[in-house]
């Protein structure tokens, strides 16, 4: 069984949280910073300190909040001592107090003697859950490495792949010759946000630089400035080159789709057959535009081919009379009268 995806503490604090306008500290608990976070869902103590524990799920970040501290302070300390051992006997992986309340006492002896992460932080509960929850929500978002180029074309993240050589990053430098932007080149690092979204950046070592066969490795931004590359972008169409193969029937009118799933998601694909004396970048673009139209409600196959349809309803000819038929109708009407 393949064990679910996490991020351990001591990762959530190399991740430089500190970007995300979250400075945090840490009080004790040093040996387990090795524990994992499974869940970008953060938890409040809230009634587990009055012995609701149930309530307490592992894998969560556990917050102590102004109301949890202005509740153990209101406590003989025994009975603190006690509730706080209680809620910190579940599997958490890390305890984070907010809004730069120092810590209840006995709190950083029993976050010691556990192993357990005690972090501090200086903002205040409600955004520091939100910045949490956005930190952990991207470390801990499925992802993989393809090998394609992603592009920024009129606002849609177009995803180029196919086999090395198909000339993708050739392709990608058109479209940057004609105004469109650079994601990534050849290593694409795909993540999963939410239910429908998948997210598309470059590795830090590579960002901006393209390499082209021939001419080895250049830099994007240099040579084209700034507005000609960006550093994520949305996939939302998949581009497949292929070598031109003049015994295959390749689409001639657009009506069938066809998907290229990655990381659990399906997007829309073209197959794009690659030949000498065509622009792969123009037709790449007009893919693009045509994918616009088409989250638009505007399919111009469908639309062509139910107009098609129409006219050829209504220039078919009225059914054929037979008429013998009606003759024997007839006699038989006759025939009946006549009795």
């Not at 102590?64 to 603190?80: D, M, T, V």
């Not at 180029?160 to 010759?177: F, N, P, Q, R």
Request: aromatic residues 4%.
């Amino acid at each position: 069984m393949t064990p679910p995806p996490g991020v351990s503490v001591r990762g959530l604090l190399a991740s430089r949280p500190e970007a995300f306008g979250l400075t945090l500290d840490l009080l004790a608990g040093a040996d387990g910073l090795d524990r994992i976070i499974t869940s970008p869902h953060i938890q409040k103590t809230g009634l587990a300190l009055a012995g609701f524990h149930e309530y307490l799920k592992p894998g969560r970040v556990l917050v102590f909040g102004e109301s949890e501290i202005r509740y153990l302070e209101r406590l003989e300390p025994p009975a603190a001592m006690t509730a706080i051992r209680l809620a910190l006997a579940r599997d958490f992986p890390c305890v984070l107090i907010t809004g730069g309340f120092p810590p209840p006492p006995g709190l950083v002896v029993e976050a010691e003697r556990a192993h357990l992460p005690l972090l501090h932080t200086a903002v205040a509960t409600p955004a520091a859950i939100a910045k949490l929850s956005s930190l952990l929500d991207d470390s801990l978002a499925e992802r993989t490495i393809v090998h394609a180029v992603l592009m920024d074309i009129l606002g849609l993240g177009v995803l180029l792949v196919g086999e090395s050589g198909i000339g993708k990053s050739e392709c990608a430098l058109d479209l940057i010759v004609r105004g469109h932007r650079l994601v990534a080149d050849d290593t694409v690092d795909v993540r999963r946000r939410a239910e429908s979204i998948a997210i598309g950046t470059c590795p830090e070592m590579t960002r901006h630089h393209m390499e082209l066969r021939g001419l080895g490795v250049i830099n994007v931004k240099d040579l084209f400035g700034i507005a000609s590359t960006r550093s994520s972008k949305r996939v939302e169409l998949v581009v497949q080159l292929e070598r031109w193969d003049s015994a295959r029937e390749y689409e001639r009118l657009g009506l069938d789709e066809e998907f290229f799933e990655l990381v659990g998601l399906r997007f829309p694909l073209v197959r794009m057959p690659v030949a000498p004396g065509r622009n792969i970048a123009i037709l790449v673009e007009v893919a693009a535009r045509n994918q616009l139209l088409r989250a638009r409600g505007h399919h111009a196959a469908r639309l062509l081919a139910e107009r098609l349809e129409r006219t050829l309803r209504q220039a078919a000819p009225a059914e054929p009379v037979n008429d013998a038929e009606d003759v024997e109708d007839a006699e038989d009407l006759e025939a009946g009268g006549g009795r």
